[in-house]
């Protein structure tokens, strides 16, 4: 599986960041804490939270949800936060990435799926992240997200925990509308 490039893991990480201010822990030492703003809930459309903020100066927009149910097998492994966010950075001409931050170290080398309906698309891991592994798809997994009621990631963990989260895509069109007018 080739892994991504250094400026897309940093990319990346930067929109986490934006995860991770919003709730998570983050050491208040940390130079991201003490150089970024804290992200800015806008509004939330159903399910889905649409937030701004800065990332070296520049602003990066994106919609975040957070699963309706999450199952692991075995049964009741602990996990971390788990998110779905879809992310947009206009310095980097980036716009509408859908990514994944899963609440577990994602077994090395291995590939996650997100279903909407019948359509499965495959998801790039690394570490407890996961995005989509062939960019091409990208506009069509996000099309599919607009049209369906419903999304599934499924992976598996370095200790062979399987996990299904389902996260509702109520709302997800209105919170990718104003993504796309606060972030243009």
């Known amino acids: 599986m080739p892994r991504p490039s250094p400026a897309l893991l940093c990319a990346f990480r930067s929109a986490v960041f934006l995860l991770i201010a919003c709730g998570l822990t983050f050491p208040a030492s940390s130079a991201w ?22 990332n070296s100066g520049n602003k990066v ?52 799926t997100a279903e909407v309906g019948t359509t ?9 992240n996961a995005w989509v592994k062939n960019s091409g798809e990208e506009a069509q997994l996000v099309d599919a997200m607009r049209r369906g009621a419903d999304l599934v990631v499924s992976g598996v963990s370095g200790r062979g ?24």
Do not use: H, M
């Not at 970024?36 to 701004?52: C, I």
């Not at 709302?171 to 796309?180: E, H, K, N, T, Y």
């Open 33 to 54: 804490a003490q150089s970024e703003s804290q992200p800015t809930l806008l509004q939330q459309y159903g399910d889905w939270g649409v937030y701004t903020g800065t």
């Open 161 to 184: 925990t399987t996990t299904t989260d389902r996260y509702s895509l109520a709302g997800i069109s209105a919170a990718l509308d104003r993504v796309r007018q606060e972030c243009p």
């Open 120 to 128: 499965k698309f495959i998801l790039q891991t690394q570490g407890d």
């Open 61 to 112: 927009c994106f919609a975040l949800s957070q699963p309706t149910s999450a199952e692991t097998n075995p049964p009741n492994r602990p996990r971390g936060q788990i998110y779905l966010f879809v992310s947009t950075r206009p310095a980097d001409n980036v716009r509408n990435e859908v990514s994944v931050i899963i609440g577990y170290p994602f077994r090395t080398d291995s590939d996650a």
